[in-house]
């Protein structure tokens, strides 16, 4: 069994698409010279969304070929290149969103481009702690096997803390929140 891999981007592992890859094996001739020679041919590999790494297509009888022996199967292997902005975990796409400590503390609206090109602006009116995970039901990889559905969008939160405070600042922040 002969195996390639596949690096497909996220983007691609979103929605439909169609990957074609150029093999070369060896053939075995047997008409008038019983010799082997090298046989290239192009695969067309129909990727479906939400596939995830470790997804194998397997063409049957596409691998070397020997004397006297059936040719093995041709396996590709599917893997994930790594996204500039998302993670996956499951079904699920991962963000990580930078903001001051003072958007954690009185709000922050997330501008989030999805992998299908849609924009998501999402209010978040909590208090964000540094564990803090925003969850969009429905905006994360398509489910392989229910393409209708789709795992979550899941944002959390890299807090800017600022690194020197005033004395004056520091008064001023514990009046603040001792007062409520």
């Known amino acids: 069994m002969k195996k390639q891999s596949g690096r497909q981007a996220k983007r691609k592992l979103y929605s439909n698409n169609q990957t074609k890859y150029k093999i070369k094996f060896k053939g075995y001739i047997t008409k008038f010279k019983r010799r082997s020679n090298t046989v290239e041919e192009i695969l067309a590999i129909e990727i479906r969304p939400g596939w995830k790494k470790g997804t194998k297509i397997t063409f049957p009888e596409k691998g070397n070929e020997q004397?006297?022996?059936i040719p093995s199967d041709l396996v590709f292997i599917i893997d994930e290149k790594p996204h500039a902005v998302f993670k996956r975990d499951g079904n699920d796409l991962v963000v990580t969103q930078k903001i001051s400590l003072a958007e954690a503390l009185t709000g922050y609206t997330a501008q989030i481009t999805t992998l299908?090109?849609?924009s998501l602006t999402i209010p978040i009116n909590s208090v964000i702690s540094p564990t803090y995970e925003e969850v969009v039901k429905g905006e994360g990889m398509p489910i392989p096997k229910e393409p209708t559905r789709k795992g979550n969008l899941r944002i959390k939160f890299?807090?800017?803390?600022p690194t020197r405070l005033t004395s004056d600042q520091k008064k001023g922040i514990k009046l603040l929140l001792t007062s409520s």
């Open 116 to 118: 299908d090109g849609r």
């Open 158 to 161: 890299d807090i800017k803390f």
């Open 67 to 69: 004397r006297g022996v």
